[in-house]
Each structure stands twice: as structure tokens, then as C-alpha cells.
């Protein structure tokens, strides 16, 4: 069993950054791929950006490209988004997914993680 804890989430202005971290139990961390999605009201849930289980590999959606940085710290089994330039669009729930089946490549599927975080709230105004 693995467990997620999100932290970080908040309100923040139109151009203002962000670090939402991810705490992961499981002695096995260095095999897990990790991901973050998103659900703003009304929508259905959206891949953010995901990193393989050595940090070597990452993926982004077009749309956050340049402005989010995905990384991880094998060390304290922790994974990080640190999100610039933000804009009113980026406002949701923002969810820590893991997936222990150690593929090279990261995942951008939510269907392919099994362990979910419950969720932190990440609203920016205009």
C-alpha cells in the first residue's frame, strides 16, 4: 500500500509561482513513477506532468510547458511541481498519483496510476 500526502496548494495572483510536494510511503519509491493531474470545477481530470522512478525522464501537458518543473528526491521519496507564471486557468485540485511498476518511461495515462493522493487546492486570481 502506498500513500500520498500533497502539500503546498494555495491562492496566489495571475504571474506568481507555486511548489506543491508530494510525500509517498513505500520502501520501494525508487521504483514508482510519479504524476500530478489536475480537476478544475466541472471538468474532468487532466495530466500535468509525470517523471519516471529515476527522475531522468519527464512529460509535460503543451500548456504548462516552460512555466512547471516536475523533480523528485529519491532521498526523502518526496516529488515536487513547482508551477511559474501562473495563470487563472491553472486554478484546481491538484492530485499526487503514483505508479510502482517502475516503467522508464512517465506516464501521462491516469488510468495507469494506482495510488492517488487526496487532492490540494491551487487557485489563482486575476
Known amino acids: 500500500q502506498v500513500q500520498l500526502v500533497e502539500s503546498g496548494g494555495g491562492l496566489v495572483q495571475a504571474g506568481g509561482s507555486l511548489r506543491l510536494s508530494c510525500a509517498a510511503s513505500?520502501?520501494?519509491?525508487?521504483?514508482?513513477?510519479m504524476g500530478w493531474f489536475r480537476q478544475a470545477p466541472g471538468k474532468e481530470r487532466e495530466f500535468v506532468a509525470a517523471?519516471?522512478?529515476?527522475?531522468?525522464?519527464?512529460s509535460y501537458r503543451d500548456s504548462v510547458k516552460g512555466r512547471f518543473t516536475i523533480s523528485r528526491d529519491n532521498t526523502k521519496n518526496t516529488v515536487a511541481l513547482q508551477m511559474n507564471s501562473l495563470t487563472p486557468e491553472d486554478t484546481a485540485v491538484y492530485y499526487c498519483?503514483?505508479?510502482?511498476?517502475?516503467?522508464?518511461?512517465?506516464?501521462?495515462?491516469?488510468?495507469?496510476?494506482?495510488?492517488w493522493g487526496q487532492g490540494t487546492q491551487v487557485t489563482v486570481s486575476s
Open positions: 498519483a503514483a505508479d510502482v511498476r517502475g516503467f522508464t518511461n512517465p506516464l501521462r495515462v491516469s488510468d495507469e496510476y494506482r495510488y
Open positions: 517523471i519516471n522512478w529515476s527522475g531522468g525522464s519527464t
Open positions: 513505500g520502501r520501494t519509491f525508487t521504483s514508482y513513477g
